[in-house]
């Protein structure tokens, strides 16, 4: 290849499974016309990061795996180098495209025992074979972020947790699944995204903490993944002003952090690749267009994802980068294509004969559901339950959903109470008449932002219930959402389930019903519990 072809498979724009034709054709062209070496698939272009400020609605395609599959064979035919496909698909396809199998959220398999994390590399394992049916070999995934902020407002639920020794076991554990599978996998955000309390998509985070203190903590995980010979590590649009003379320089930008930390000091030898850079916290740094690729990759970056200027990019790479340091990347790029079978035909394409089996996913959910169900305040009194339901003093409440309530109904004969989305609270007057309520929460967001989109009027109520009736709490969804509740320390049991699946509701409903203990370990810190 000549250089500007090289320089052409540090490119992997985004693609969206839901495009227009003529989209997709201009896609064709840049395959075409400048080698690039591979594709980010999104489902749409109103559910990328580029939507931030538009807030487009996203719309629901049934046949998006389909198109998915069939987008790479049009690809691919056209590329004079098999590209490397690639997707944010953290907890499975389903993350990225609707109607595909989904696993639970990082946080969730943060909560199994260490002893079940055959588990996590079950999840990897088959979130991989996943992709490859689908002709995608690089997941950008998982992350090894310790999320050791509750006011985080982008990791959270996407980071295994709190503690610094089980991010790096299970996401080591998650790796090793999908590199069975024969997927590459990344680790991300370098140097650390957890700590932060801004969201990247749309602004800077800083880090506050020195080199020192960064070793000791949140580099912990990624020094375990580089000594189990990840595949690639993500560097996060950060700033840590201690590793580059006190200015606010993101970590994509960073020689410092990525040549002489990443590279030198840790010793890291395999694919580093940007975030996206489209994201607000790095995409309106420079007026000329292709400098922000240019200063990527100057800073190391083997792979730019996510670059709206593909043509300027390889223009100013070319202008200013020594042949030696494009052979460096280009080397690496090939070295990984080559692991994951990319020159041999029979890995190009996707197996358009494939039918997705949901039976697998469902299984292994049980499984994990079964051993994730954490009780986070056990109630004192062994009886309460007993002499509630013997003299008809035992309500239910569901909050968005009433699934798990139903279920639980089918063996304890009391009154559901409901509360959805489009309906005000009016039941109040009802259970008024009961002393011992069984709530269900269905989280209705994952992120923190307005509250977990609960409702102000049912945070005012629940926090009522709790303060004067006997409350028994399980909450489907992300953990944090217990902080909104100011009385939360009064309920009497609590019981996070983390997700919606219909087998976690199963297996917590029968949990309740035979007062079973939950093996289950918070993987984070809920403050006044």
């Not at 996407?158 to 020794?165: C, D, P, T």
Request: charged share 20%; proline share 4%; with cysteine.
């Amino acid at each position: 290849m000549t250089l500007e072809q090289k320089i052409g498979q540090f490119f992997f724009p985004a693609v969206f499974i839901n495009d227009s034709e003529e989209n997709i054709q201009a896609t064709e062209a840049l395959i075409r016309d400048h080698n690039i070496g591979g594709l980010t698939f999104f489902h749409s272009r109103a559910s990328a990061a580029t939507n931030y400020e538009s807030k487009q609605k996203v719309v629901s395609y049934d046949d998006s795996y389909s198109k998915l599959k069939e987008l790479i064979v049009r690809y691919q035919k056209c590329a004079p180098t098999p590209l490397l496909m690639s997707i944010d698909a953290e907890w499975g396809l389903a993350m990225r495209i609707e109607k595909t199998p989904q696993y639970p959220y990082a946080i969730t398999l943060g909560a199994l025992p260490e002893s079940k994390i055959d588990l996590v590399y079950e999840v990897g394992k088959q979130i991989g074979l996943d992709l490859k049916a689908a002709g995608i070999l690089y997941n950008l995934a998982p992350l090894a972020d310790i999320n050791n902020n509750p006011n985080n407002p982008v990791i959270g639920y996407r980071s295994f947790g709190e503690n610094k020794e089980k991010v790096a076991l299970f996401a080591t554990a998650y790796l090793k699944g999908m590199s069975d599978a024969g997927i590459l996998g990344c680790l991300k955000h370098f140097p650390g995204h957890g700590n932060t309390n801004v969201d990247s998509h749309l602004g800077l985070p800083i880090l506050e903490e020195n080199l020192e203190q960064l070793l000791d903590n949140e580099l912990y995980p990624f020094v375990k993944g580089i000594e189990n010979k990840v595949d690639s590590i993500m560097i996060g649009h950060l700033a840590v002003p201690a590793m580059n003379d006190g200015k606010n320089t993101s970590a994509t930008l960073s020689k410092n952090i990525i040549e002489n930390l990443l590279r030198k000091q840790l010793g890291f030898e395999g694919l580093v690749i940007s975030d996206a850079l489209n994201m607000k916290s790095v995409s309106d740094l420079y007026e000329t267009k292709g400098q922000l690729e240019w200063e990527a990759f100057n800073a190391g970056n083997d792979i730019l994802c996510f670059t709206d200027e593909v043509a300027a990019g390889i223009q100013a790479i070319l202008k200013n980068a020594t042949e030696e340091r494009i052979n460096e990347s280009f080397e690496r790029i090939l070295k990984y294509k080559n692991k994951v079978g990319l020159f041999e035909s029979s890995t190009i394409f996707p197996n358009t004969q494939s039918k997705i089996d949901f039976s697998i996913s469902d299984t292994l959910n049980r499984k994990i559901a079964q051993f994730c169900l954490t009780k986070v305040k056990q109630d004192t009194d062994p009886k309460r339950m007993e002499n509630a339901v013997h003299t008809n003093s035992f309500a239910q409440l569901s909050i968005y959903n009433d699934g798990f309530a139903k279920k639980v109904a089918q063996t304890i004969n009391a009154p559901i109470f409901s509360v959805t989305t489009n309906n005000p609270i009016s039941c109040k007057k009802n259970i008024a008449d009961f002393e011992t309520i069984l709530i269900s929460l269905f989280v209705p967001k994952a992120k923190p932002l307005n509250q977990f989109e609960i409702g102000s009027e049912v945070i005012e109520y629940i926090n009522y219930l709790l303060e004067n009736k006997n409350c028994i709490l399980y909450v489907f969804g992300n953990p944090y959402a217990l902080q909104v509740f100011n009385n939360r320390a009064l309920a009497k049991e609590i019981v996070i389930a983390y997700q919606d699946f219909e087998n976690f509701q199963n297996v917590a409903a029968q949990q309740f019903i035979d007062n079973l203990p939950c093996s289950g370990l918070l993987p984070v810190t809920i403050n006044q519990l």
